[in-house]
């Protein structure tokens, strides 16, 4: 069965870093596009960045480009969020995501909380 497993959340201060990370397994993880998603408190869940199959090409949310990179290694099935410059309002609970099949599979999250 599918699963994602994030790791690397945590409590940092604005302007800090942190790397969350994605472990997957169940699916051919070297075929199909990754992406990561938040939720605040009170909002509905959006999309903060995607990356292709091959790592080729990456897309990200406006309010997280120029500070946020996606990066995936296929080898560990595995998939990254670099996040810099941290703000107070990308505090959030983070979620790994993959659509197989038409099916779209999340991990359990990661909380990120940025204090000011």
Do not use: H
């Given at each position: 069965?599918?699963?994602?497993?994030?790791?690397?959340?945590?409590l940092v201060?604005?302007?800090?870093?942190?790397?969350?990370?994605?472990?997957?397994?169940?699916?051919t993880?070297?075929?199909?596009?990754?992406?990561?998603?938040?939720?605040?408190?009170g909002k509905e869940?959006e999309?903060?960045a995607?990356?292709?199959?091959?790592?080729?090409?990456?897309?990200y949310?406006?309010?997280?480009?120029?500070?946020?990179?996606?990066?995936r290694d296929n080898?560990k099935?595995?998939v990254?969020?670099q996040?810099?410059s941290?703000?107070?309002e990308?505090?959030?609970?983070?979620?790994?995501?993959?659509?197989?099949?038409?099916?779209?599979?999340?991990?359990?999250?990661t909380q990120?909380?940025?204090s000011s």
């Amino acid at each position: 069965q599918v699963q994602l497993v994030e790791s690397g959340g945590g409590l940092v201060q604005r302007g800090g870093s942190l790397r969350l990370s994605c472990a997957a397994s169940g699916f051919t993880f070297s075929r199909y596009v990754m992406s990561w998603y938040r939720q605040a408190p009170g909002k509905e869940r959006e999309l903060v960045a995607t990356i292709t199959s091959t790592g080729g090409t990456t897309n990200y949310a406006d309010s997280v480009k120029g500070r946020f990179t996606i990066s995936r290694d296929n080898a560990k099935n595995t998939v990254y969020l670099q996040m810099n410059s941290l703000k107070s309002e990308d505090t959030a609970v983070y979620y790994c995501n993959a659509r197989v099949f038409t099916v779209n599979y999340w991990g359990q999250g990661t909380q990120v909380t940025v204090s000011s």
